[in-house]
């Protein structure tokens, strides 16, 4: 089989010829029907997770969300043939489960991955869509906890995460304050933004202040790194607020002082989660990323579109062309 793989870090990801997995006691073998795309993947390959205390696999198939068909169960494995599933590895067990999902098969199991049965009302395109950022974006907003009336900031709406943020932050009652490019605020409005600042054209902290004087409730950062987290979008937060960053951008110490509660968010993710995102969608509750599709053989271009950034919602790939 071709899979999308890398053979060291650092190295341009290729579409290589590899023989097919095997499941092991515990696992099952997933026959890919879609994977979406994330910005791991190419920190990964680019060796930004790597450590000297774990020994990696090569070619290590890139690739975390999944929907396929299980096709062939070991002993003890939590499927049985021909289940339909969906769900995401688990970013701390790729040194020892070289597998992705970029490839017309791989192997899982639940302490490799979080795996749930996919319902028939969910198609494999968007269940694809749904495991990273949804799961993520369900417990940022759990750990936010925006409530009717209160305001929260969102930098980065109309990505992935955001998409999901947006939504569930909206159905809480929150007033959401969305940070998106132009060409995105329709979007972001109708996932339930109440406000839109346009960062290219508008300064975002003046623009914030403009209609909260007292700062906002919370704020959630997905897009920014220390510098402009602490000088940009910490200052826009009331006294007991709280804020988010997903790439480890927060200074939960500095912020300490103003009783503001910060976090450094990384998603651990759960078999409750995907179950609770196949509900929330099936139920009408929540609307699927807007998602771009490409087919397997075109893994280099969508590979390309994810690390120039700048994303609407989600890129997702179907191996059945």
Known sequence: MYAFAVEAFGEPPALRELPA??????????KVRAASVNPIDWK???GQLARPDVTFTFPLVLGFDVAGQVTAAGEGAPFQVGAEVFGMRRPATIAAHPYGSYAPYMTASLESAALAERPEELDA?????LPM??????????WLDPREGESLLVVGAAGGVGSYVVQLAAARGARVVAVAAGQDHDYVRALGAAEVVDYRTADVADAVRAGHPDGVDAALD???GRDLVAGRIAPLLRDGGRLASTLFAAHPDALAARGVRAVNFNYDATVSDMEELARLVTSGRLRVAET???????????????TAGHVRGKLTVTTEE
């Not at 997995?21 to 997933?30: F, N, Q, R, T």
């Not at 771009?292 to 994810?306: H, I, K, Q, R």
């Open 222 to 224: 997905l897009v920014d």
């Open 21 to 30: 997995p095997e499941p092991g006691p515990g696992e099952v073998l997933i």
């Open 125 to 129: 395109l968007s269940a694809a869509a």
């Open 133 to 142: 950022t949804g799961g993520t974006a369900l417990a940022l907003t759990r």
């Open 292 to 306: 771009t599709t490409y087919p397997f053989s075109a893994m280099g271009e969508v590979y390309a579109d994810s």
């Open 44 to 46: 990964i390959a680019a």
